[in-house]
């Protein structure tokens, strides 16, 4: 498992070994919840891409922009991005994962 590129781990009969050098570790005995793993971390890239595209976007129009916006401007512009890719990746909590 060491050498695998993504260790799984049965929480529940795993043995201690494999849940401490597994990347990833489900709590329950059944397979099934690897296809809900695979769906969240699929929903999670997405996100980050979001957030990683939504920065750059803000930065190339707020301090790109022939340098119009001031030094403060320019700080409210990174703040504002930092609070909304948090909200955005808030929205991983609320989804159901059925």
């Known amino acids: 498992m060491a050498t695998s590129d993504v260790g799984i ?3 529940g009969l795993g ?12 709590q329950t005995d059944q397979p099934s919840k690897i296809a809900k793993a695979i769906k969240i ?13 939504l920065a ?3 930065k190339a129009v707020v301090l790109g922009a022939g340098g119009l916006a001031t030094m403060w401007e320019a700080v409210f512009a990174d703040v504002g991005v930092a609070l909304l890719a948090i909200i955005n990746a808030v929205r991983l ?3 159901k994962w059925k």
Not at 41 to 53: K, L, M, P
Request: aromatic share 6%.
């Open 9 to 11: 781990s049965m929480g």
């Open 15 to 26: 043995s201690d070994v494999a849940i401490e050098t597994a990347d990833v570790i489900i």
């Open 41 to 53: 971390g699929r929903s999670a890239r997405r996100i980050v891409w979001q957030n990683i595209g």
């Open 56 to 58: 750059f976007g803000v």
């Open 93 to 95: 909590q609320k989804m």
